[in-house]
C-alpha cells in the first residue's frame, strides 16, 4: 500500500467528521480533529502514527504490528502514541476499527481553541 492510497483511504473514512483539517508534520501527513492529532501518515517509513488512549497504550502494543511511537531513532513519543504497520491496516473494516479507537480517544479531550494560521 502506498502512502498516498493510504492517505485517500483515511480522509474516506473521516469524511463524515466535523473540525477535521490536514497539516504536514512529523515528516508525513497528519489529520487533525477538534484541533487534536488524530493520525499521521508517516511518509516512507511505512506506518500510521495513532492517537490512542494512554490507558490502553500497554495492551495496544502487545498486538502484532504495533509499535510504540518515535520522534526520532530511539526518542519514543509518550503513552498514547502508537505506530501501526500498513500490514495491520489492509482491510476498510481494519482502517476504520483502528480510526474509530482514535476518534474515542479524541473525543475525550477537551477543546481546543484553533490555531490562527498564517496567510496562504
Given at each position: 500500500?502506498?502512502?498516498t492510497v493510504l492517505i485517500d483511504r483515511i480522509r474516506t473514512a473521516l469524511a463524515g467528521e466535523i473540525d477535521i483539517r490536514e497539516v504536514n508534520m512529523f515528516g508525513g501527513l497528519a489529520f487533525m480533529v477538534?484541533?487534536?492529532i488524530l493520525a499521521c501518515v508517516a511518509i516512507a517509513k511505512s506506518t500510521l502514527l495513532?492517537?490512542?488512549a494512554p490507558a490502553d497504550h500497554a495492551h495496544y502494543l502487545q498486538?502484532?504490528?504495533i509499535s510504540p511511537a518515535e520522534m526520532g531513532a530511539g526518542c519514543?513519543?509518550?503513552?498514547?502514541?502508537?505506530?501501526?504497520a500498513h500490514s495491520i491496516i489492509t482491510s476498510d473494516a481494519d482502517l476504520y476499527r483502528w480510526l474509530d479507537i482514535?476518534?474515542?480517544?479524541n473525543r475525550s479531550l477537551p477543546p481546543k481553541t484553533p490555531r490562527k494560521r498564517g496567510k496562504s
Open positions: 500500500m502506498t502512502d477538534r484541533e487534536h495513532l492517537r490512542v498486538q502484532t504490528g519514543r513519543m509518550g503513552a498514547g502514541w502508537i505506530n501501526l482514535a476518534l474515542t480517544h
